[in-house]
């Protein structure tokens, strides 16, 4: 690439390949096109209930405060940001990154990106009322309009139940209901409020919610609430 293209450090060409750069304030440019130097950064959370997913960084109630500060404007990259977010009394998965592209593509609705959660309802759920939830969702639901949420359909969505515990049950509270009114949602949309309001279309009420997947990235179950990791390199191919 040096003897056969235009390869450029701080505007002058090189050709030596131990030619030393500084990764934080060099422009190295090959053809006249800038090329990035820090990789950009992935991380998964374990978002905390009580946490809100804002732009800006400070205060306990927002997630930056469970982040290392050395990482919120990181040199030479873009501001660390949210893909997506989390209401403030849903916990689970949430992907940081540095990466605007990486973001933007898995959060517009061409690529309807499922998502799961882990849910427990307030009433119990028997056979019948099972099979009538599977078969409701997968019709899709109309939801009324709410404050800051505009009237829609829902898109088909599927339930699969639980009647034990999951890998992910032991992180709530230890007095929460068990038979029946457990289940996993996977949805491929994220309109305000959804899942509570898909679940209060059909009479019942979320009273827990933990996202535990995005597309094929499955939650770390060792992460403690407000605990995250960077994501590895099979984990970023697998969201393509």
Same mark, same amino acid.
């Given at each position: 690439?040096?003897? =056969? ?7 002058? +060409? ?31 959370? =374990? ?37 997506? +977010? ?18 933007? $593509? ?90 509570? +309001? ?12 933990? $996202? ?29």
């Amino acid at each position: 690439m040096l003897k =056969n293209k235009n390869v450029t450090l701080n505007g002058k +060409r090189i050709v030596d390949a131990g030619t030393l750069v500084d990764t934080r304030h060099d422009i190295l440019c090959v053809d006249g096109e800038p090329v990035k130097m820090v990789p950009d950064l992935y991380f998964m959370m =374990n978002k905390r209930q009580g946490t809100v997913c804002t732009s800006s960084e400070g205060q306990n109630t927002r997630i930056w405060a469970d982040v290392d500060p050395k990482y919120l404007h990181p040199d030479g990259l873009g501001k660390l940001h949210t893909v997506g +977010r989390l209401d403030i009394d849903t916990e689970g998965l949430l992907i940081l990154t540095t990466d605007g592209l990486f973001s933007h $593509r898995l959060t517009i609705p061409e690529f309807h990106v499922p998502k799961t959660y882990l849910v427990y309802l307030r009433d119990y759920c028997d056979e019948k009322k099972r099979q009538d939830y599977i078969e409701a969702f997968a019709k899709g639901l109309y939801l009324e309009k709410e404050k800051h949420g505009a009237e829609f359909l829902s898109k088909p969505a599927t339930i699969d139940w639980l009647d034990g515990e999951n890998e992910y049950c032991n992180l709530v509270s230890s007095n929460a209901k068990i038979d029946f009114n457990i289940c996993l949602l996977t949805i491929s949309e994220g309109k305000f409020h959804q899942v509570k +309001r898909m679940f209060s279309a059909v009479g019942n009420e979320v009273i827990f919610l933990k $996202r535990i997947s995005i597309g094929n990235l499955k939650l770390d179950a060792s992460l403690l609430p407000g605990q995250y990791r960077s994501l590895t390199d099979e984990e970023l191919e697998g969201l393509g």
